[in-house]
């Protein structure tokens, strides 16, 4: 039986969203704590001892704390899922570790700053500059995720892993904000089949239309 997790962190958060889903994605049972936003105790020192950066999610098992939610999905899939989820053969794994690294330094950015940018900042307040900018570099982001997606089911190969969540969790807000953006195919077949993962429905396809203009949460 898979042992207890305790997670921090508020169920609206891009990236606590990452690790609710997989969690759910590996059959954990875990608490929920919000944290963070409107629920604040980000700056309690029992919190700032898990995570020195004051930050969300932080997850707790009995090894300790793990804080950085692309470093909490591999520390799960690596220790829950070995040969599955994460995969062991090296090649394999440097795949997988790329897409998720890429994920983090390229595309996220690049949506946070649309996200941001246009669904969270009031209309009056919008950089449409800025916006642009930042959506011509996701269409290049996502041009480039639907190439690798014409030859592989998921991005690590044949086979849903820990490679597709840093990235599979933008599409739902991507396509879901209300902005004109390019519909590449093997991108959408690829959300087509997330959104065939309980995981996937119950954590990602969320309503968010409570973040409309509001920069403060």
């Not at 591999?74 to 040969?83: D, E, Q, T």
């Amino acid at each position: 039986m898979l042992s207890k997790i305790t997670i921090w962190g508020r169920k609206s958060s891009f990236n606590v969203q990452k690790v609710l889903w997989t969690l759910d994605e590996l059959g954990i049972e875990y608490e929920h704590r919000n944290a963070g936003g409107s629920f604040g105790g980000l700056d309690d020192p029992q919190f700032r001892a898990m995570n020195p950066h004051s930050l969300v999610p932080v997850i707790l098992d009995e090894q300790g704390a793990v804080w950085e939610s692309n470093s909490i999905v591999r520390y799960l899939c690596a220790k829950h899922s070995p040969g599955n989820l994460w995969l062991e053969e090296p090649y394999a794994r440097s795949l997988a570790d790329r897409w998720i690294d890429w994920a983090a330094t390229t595309l996220q950015p690049n949506f946070m700053q649309i996200f941001w940018g246009y669904y969270r900042t009031p209309e009056a307040d919008r950089n449409f500059r800025d916006i642009e900018r930042a959506l011509d570099n996701c269409h290049r982001n996502f041009r480039a995720l639907d190439a690798h997606l014409a030859n592989n089911e998921y991005l690590a190969g044949t086979h849903f892993t820990a490679a597709d969540i840093p990235a599979g969790t933008t599409l739902h807000r991507y396509f879901g904000m209300g902005l004109q953006v390019e519909q590449p195919p093997n991108v959408l077949a690829w959300f087509g089949r997330l959104q065939d993962r309980p995981a996937y429905r119950r954590n990602i396809l969320q309503p968010f239309h409570d973040l409309y203009g509001r920069l403060a949460f």
